[in-house]
């Protein structure tokens, strides 16, 4: 299964292959708000209609889509520039442990055409695998709290 693998932009015909990879990473952790078909559906949508709110990218054999992540883009008063939300990161698990994730955060960090002052990513708080992975890779925890308030009617 030693392949090489490269990092592109989702087409159209990767969607399907998306919403079954973004299910099993929703079905992996416990998270507040469930996932399904139509919310993947329409963040493809947006994000392919609106690319300047971010990107959905994968990775990929010659052959075959392996992982993929979403890529948020905003703007940050306090860090004075554009910030890159890493919103899913997830790589199927056959193919873990091979440097994939660590290698697409480092083609991100360096594609020279995005005017990026950070990165930034969630992690849920009892993943400490993650955490401990992430950490390595750079990324320290910042010493603002999120809150979120869903609208129900959106």
Same mark, same amino acid.
């Given at each position: 299964m030693e392949?090489?693998? #490269?990092?592109r932009a989702a087409h159209t015909q990767d #969607?399907? &292959?998306i919403r079954a990879m973004t299910l099993a990473f929703y079905q992996e952790e416990t998270y507040?708000?469930?996932?399904? =078909? &139509?919310?993947? $559906?329409? $963040?493809?949508? =947006?994000?392919t209609e609106h690319p300047d709110k971010g990107q959905?990218?994968?990775?990929?054999?010659?052959?075959?889509?392996?992982?993929?992540?979403?890529i948020i883009h905003y703007w940050s008063n306090e860090y004075g520039g554009n910030i890159a939300v890493i919103d899913e990161i997830y790589t199927l698990p056959a193919w873990r442990g091979r440097g994939i994730a660590r290698d697409f955060i480092e083609f991100l960090a360096a594609l020279p055409a995005l005017d990026w002052v950070g990165m930034m990513l969630e992690v849920v708080p009892t993943h400490h695998r993650a955490m401990n992975y992430y950490q390595r890779l750079g990324f320290e925890p910042d010493s603002n709290r999120h809150f979120f308030r869903l609208l129900q009617n959106r």
């Open positions: 392949q090489d693998i #490269h990092f #969607h399907a &292959a507040d708000a469930p996932m399904t =078909e &139509a919310k993947i $559906t329409r $963040t493809l949508q =947006e994000l959905v990218w994968v990775f990929a054999t010659a052959d075959t889509v392996v992982g993929y992540a979403i």
